[in-house]
């Protein structure tokens, strides 16, 4: 089952905006104050370079999955190591959105909520999407995605005129390296891309237009950048202390109710919004997982992704903390690798492999002439 | 292996995840059939006001209690303790049921607390009793208890409501929020400055000896609440909101503004497009020493900064328009009366650009004498002027940035028409 160009689009554009609106931010101003605009912008650009990156990748690949492209380039020990890589980057990612939405719901949401209440069933519902297929995935992207738009810009909107500009003034004041600083620490948070390399293979080229795309991540963009925007002009100073960008941003623009109805079902849409992407990267562990150790059907990869979910919702909290991972130079690592060195490294693996065989192919022809001659 | 996996799809086939997704909410559900409310357990605080007397906190608390009417029925009951946490405790314990205080909006801090300093207050009351940053903050005077309750008796009345009164406020005097969030903003910025509103817990003696609205130019606009009568006697304690605003520095109460200082203040705020501008002595062909009160419709203002052989100039452009609301002459001329005349006269427009001018240097000297920095100079600066402002600052220091400053002013007045 395949996926076409536009909800691959979608699929991007969501991926693009997944991440970013709850503790991201923040941690950004720790580093670079006001200037985490434009480490998010600039980030958020090289994804969007990658995405193409990838995308002419997957058309290179002739319907291959990414475990036969990358073995018919690498070699089988190295696409291994890579699939490792792989799954260790989702597996952060899945890591992050599953301790947001935890966080968000048990102590921002809700009070004294029990965790458990939501877990359980949002892992039935992810494993079950992860069963149908990333069509499925892509389907529910494609329903949810413009009334998250919708929200995402009224919850902006609505809180513009509380925007102090000059906040954002004087740029660049200590010059470039806290931008640098700020973007190694938090790469692991981008890498938005990543997820196409499952999807090598399940796309259908049939209607592919090229400014689809780049509207869809130039819009993901925009969007980020206006919340930034707005985030950063209402809190100033106090920016490190909002750990949940999108609600904290509905509260402060409504006085005097904690968050007001519009925003609740804004909030609720982004929720859904974040279990689809954990569906999404979900989906990539078990495929990579599939193909790393050969396993035929989806079920025993699913249960392992549910197992790790599991781990995480109820181990994670007391005996790892998650910022010892997530913000380690460990996490930095494997994403710069997956998201801007992998890509390359196949294309530069494809282009090797294409002059080798175009060698192969003269010497073959020249060793016929010859016979030929010879004979 | 493979009858296992039969079994497993069979398991997780569509069909029977809607099974299991009933039982699951069956097992989450029936459970809390068995839970008391929470409202058994857990107080609904609205409000908490908090004071420091004798080195004791004293707090009070208004906790709603839900009832069938519909009606919302308020409670107040207060405590002390040597901390926030103990005073707050005590409260519970009185009660029998912890606090909540997700439904906090009003967080209302006594004069002694507001002179010791707020931040404790506010760090305690937000990290651990998770108190919302939009939470109204209000300063206010006299006791703790006989505040809560009159506040309550104000909530009772329906038609006049702290929260109400603060919003008049935002839109009208302090133009911006009065609540935790914003304090916390002012007090991490570099010049450390807290705004909060003021009201006052007035007896019904001092509420007879104010003049309400004496006069046009310093009208002391007064709100009261029903009456409230405490320990039986006939002492009845009213809410007082004169427009008063607090101003704090490291988070300490530092000094009071009166409603005019606010007015004047507002001039060079934008948000606050409303005002009035009351002036004396008109005369020219159309008035004769006509005192003209103006009522201003829309304000721009554009504010420039620069330097200038090393001295920051912080330009005001004002650009207002305006219409005439009362004029007050002994002998009216008939002009007055003719229609189809433009009464924003030349002397008039003169007149009123020297009374805001005089308003304006008015506050600058206010904001010079008593070391706060209302006008955003120093974010305009930092701003805008980056590099040029740092090292004025390190010549003059932090304190005195505002006296080294050539303020100019720009009125331009123009009619509605």
Known sequence: ?375 | MKEMKKKLKSIFSPKKLVLWLCILILIFTVPSFNKSAMSQTQAIVTMLCVDKIDDKIKVAATVLTPSQDKKANFQVYSGEGETLGYAVDSVSLAIGKEMGFAQCKIMALGENICKDGVMQVLDYMTRTKKVGRNAVLVAFTGDVLDFTQAIVDLNLGKSLRLDKIVSFDKRYILTQDSNIETFYIGYYSPISLGIMSKVKLITNETFNSIQVGSNATNSSGSSSSTTSTTNGENNEKFIMNDGTVSLFKDGKHYIDMTLDEVKKANIFVNNAQKGTVVVEGVTDHIYNNAKVVVNILKKDISIKTSFKDGVPIYSTDVSLTVYIDEVIEENPSEKLLRRNQDFLTNALIVKIEEKMESDMREIISYCQNNDVDLLGVYKYFYALENKKFEEYLEKVGIKNYLDGIDYQIDIKVKSEN
Request: aromatic residues 16%; positive net charge.
């Open chain 1, 1 to 375: 089952m395949k996926v076409n160009y536009r909800q691959l689009s979608i699929m991007v554009f969501m991926s693009f905006i997944a991440l970013k609106f709850l503790a991201l931010p923040s941690l950004l101003y720790i580093e670079s104050k006001n200037m985490s605009l434009f480490v998010a912008l600039i980030l958020m650009i090289v994804d969007g370079l990658y995405v193409f990156v990838l995308l002419d990748l997957m058309k290179k690949s002739e319907e291959k999955n990414i475990y036969e492209f990358m073995k018919s380039c690498l070699g089988p020990v190295l696409t291994k190591a890579i699939l490792i890589l792989l799954i260790l980057k989702y597996a952060l990612v899945v890591g992050n959105i599953s301790k947001g939405l935890k966080f968000f719901v048990v102590e921002n949401l809700y009070s004294e909520y029990n965790w458990f209440v939501f877990v359980l069933p949002l892992m039935i519902l992810i494993g079950f999407m992860i069963y149908k297929g990333v069509r499925n995935i892509a389907r529910v992207s494609e329903m949810v995605c413009w009334a998250i738009v919708i929200g995402l810009i009224y919850i902006a909107l609505k809180a513009l005129s509380g925007v102090d500009v000059l906040s954002f003034l004087p740029i660049f004041k200590d010059g470039f390296k806290p931008l640098v600083n700020s973007a190694w620490i938090h790469i692991s948070w981008f890498g938005s891309a990543t997820f196409m390399f499952m999807m090598f293979g399940f796309v259908d080229f049939k209607d592919e237009k090229k400014s689809k795309m780049i509207k869809y991540i130039i819009f993901a963009i925009l969007i980020v950048q206006l919340l930034y925007f707005v985030f950063y002009g209402l809190f100033e100073v106090t920016c490190p202390t909002h750990n949940y960008c999108i609600s904290d941003i509905s509260q402060f623009s409504s006085t005097y109710s904690a968050i007001d109805e519009l925003s609740w079902l804004v909030v609720s849409m982004w929720i859904v919004a974040q279990a689809v992407q954990l569906a999404l990267y979900s989906y990539c562990i078990a495929q990579a997982l599939k193909f790393l150790f050969d396993i035929k059907g989806n079920i025993v990869s699913i249960i392992i992704v549910m197992l790790y979910l599991l781990a995480w919702s109820f181990l994670g909290e007391n005996t790892i903390k998650m910022e010892q991972i997530f913000f380690t130079p460990f996490a930095s690592i494997i994403t710069f690798i997956a998201q801007y060195i992998l890509p390359l490294l196949l294309e530069i693996a494809f282009a090797i492999k294409k002059v080798n065989k175009n060698k192969k192919k003269v010497k073959n022809e020249r060793n016929e002439k010859e016979v030929k001659v010879n004979i």
